[in-house]
């Protein structure tokens, strides 16, 4: 008797482990995560969380039927995805350093920013579907699962164990950095923390209309 994992079995957990590994490294996903809960507490996180995994699931559905693999054969298509995601980001970058600058305060509380549920889940979704990086990780990981003789429900596999995966993934972020945020931190490492996200925000966006004008 073979010990041997099926081909078809090997290339889900493959693709699985491919998005384990992207979703769990450092992005502005996690970031726009982890700041929220930290200064906005765990409702506003969790908010975050779900626009990043509805925009998430959203390639993931195009990238099973076929139809994110259609936008590498239109460059433009591509380039128009990252000038605008670039700019929403660098606009995302000026709004929330402003609304920071008009929180002078010397603590970290939860629950803090008048933001309502909606704008958080809003800024999630906005900064995952507006990533043309999401796009092409989607069509990795359906590449690498998916084969052309897996059964039709694969792809279906693949996304809604990507979808249990990452919601304990980001759940994890969410009370990890809602837990630092009832407690008070050094002046000089609230302000860093508080600054850093817009920073990021300002510089990826910049650099992706760079690098989508190219």
């Known amino acids: 008797m073979s010990l041997s994992m099926p081909y078809d079995q090997a290339s889900i957990l493959t693709a699985l482990a491919t998005y384990i590994v992207g979703a769990a490294s450092p992005g502005l996903g996690n970031m726009a995560i982890a700041s929220t809960s930290v200064q906005s507490g765990r409702i506003s996180g969790f908010a975050v969380m779900f626009g990043v995994l509805a925009a998430g699931q959203t390639w993931a559905l195009c990238a099973a039927a076929g139809l994110s693999s259609i936008l590498l054969t239109m460059p433009s298509a591509m380039h128009l995805i990252g000038i605008v995601g670039g700019m929403y980001l660098v606009w995302l970058a000026f709004k929330t350093f402003k609304n920071k600058r008009t929180k002078n305060r010397m603590e970290f509380a939860p629950h803090a920013g008048k933001s309502s549920t909606a704008h958080h889940f809003r800024k999630g979704f906005f900064i995952q579907i507006l990533n043309p990086k999401a796009v092409l990780g989607w069509i990795l990981i359906i590449s690498i699962g998916v084969r052309p ?58 650099w992706l209309v760079v690098d989508s004008l190219k």
């Open 149 to 206: 003789e897996s059964p039709a429900y694969t792809p279906i596999i693949i996304v809604l164990c990507c979808l249990i995966l990452g919601m304990i993934i980001f759940s994890s972020y969410v009370m990890l950095f809602s837990l630092i945020g009832t407690r008070p931190l050094p002046l000089g490492s609230m302000s860093l923390f508080r600054y850093a996200e817009p920073i990021v925000y300002f510089l990826a966006g910049s």
